[in-house]
């Protein structure tokens, strides 16, 4: 009886997200967060064309961790910047971060982007493993794509993942808006 009570909650739970991928809110959703994307990469590139310096915040990491051995992470922050009235001066925006690392001989690769409210729009990871895609409403996934083999699952509970990008973010806040 209780197999029974539990397969039918999995089952019940894989009909609403397939229910809310398909929804026509969802399918909108992830074409804004295609338009943005597609904005932001466009936007690099037209820099690189007009030979315009880069707004991009570039950390390298290289450390040893125990039983993985050497480890190089860069970050690339994409930003923009306003003068601020209040305070007096420039203030610096984050809206999309890529993330290249290695944990022993496997490489990842990661991007985020975020929506004009500074929420989490969307989340790319790549590794040796698969790779996934992850569209975001308001806090909720909306959409996902995976491939059979990719490692992490955060369709369910994106808690650890949206911590992670503010995480990230924050950082790139303390270092590039501070007060002198």
């Known amino acids: 009886m209780k197999r029974l009570f539990i ?9 609403i997200t397939a229910h809310g991928q398909n929804s026509a809110a969802a399918k909108a959703r992830v074409t804004e967060i295609r338009k943005m994307y597609a904005a932001v990469k466009e936007g690099q590139e037209y820099r690189k064309m007009a030979e315009i310096p880069p707004d991009v915040m570039v950390i ?8 993985a051995g050497p480890i190089k992470e860069t970050y690339h ?5 306003d003068f601020d009235e209040d305070l007096g001066r420039e203030v610096y925006e984050t809206s999309f971060i ?9 490489e990842y690769y990661e991007e985020i982007l975020f929506d004009d409210k500074g929420l989490l ?6 590794g040796p493993l698969g790779e996934s895609r992850y569209y975001f409403d308001n806090g909720k996934v909306v959409h996902f794509i995976k491939s059979d083999d990719s490692e992490t699952s955060y369709e369910n509970d994106p808690v ?6 503010d995480e990230l ?7 590039m808006n501070r007060d002198y």
Do not use: I, P, Q, W
């Not at 390298?60 to 039983?67: E, R």
């Open 60 to 67: 390298n990491n290289d450390y040893m961790a125990a039983g």
């Open 121 to 126: 729009a969307f989340f790319y990871e790549k």
């Open 7 to 15: 397969l039918g909650l999995c089952l019940l739970s894989l009909a």
């Open 160 to 165: 650890f993942l949206f911590r992670y990008c």
């Open 169 to 175: 973010r924050n950082a790139f806040n303390l270092l």
């Open 77 to 81: 922050y994409y930003y923009s910047g």
């Open 98 to 106: 890529t993330r290249k690392y290695n944990v022993g001989a496997s």
